[in-house]
């Protein structure tokens, strides 16, 4: 699932969900358009979405993200 279908189905904005994961709301637009990230930026956004959903959820099951290193 991409991004943006994780944080549609947790019923969260971008703005939410950059807060539940401690980064700034341009990250999270930027990861959802395909723009590079940090693995460890992807990994939080990883952590919001797992406890969101409660379940386990890591930045490689997150469709379509780049990464910057």
């Known amino acids: 699932m991409t991004l943006e279908g994780y944080r549609v189905r947790l019923g969260w ?15 999270v637009i930027d990861a959802e358009k395909g723009k590079p990230i940090f693995k460890a930026t992807a990994g939080k956004i990883a952590n919001a979405l797992s406890r969101g959903l409660g379940e386990e959820i890591t930045y490689l099951d997150i469709e379509g993200l780049n990464f910057a290193d």
């Open 13 to 27: 904005s971008k703005a939410k969900l950059a807060r539940e994961a401690g980064v700034r709301v341009g990250t």
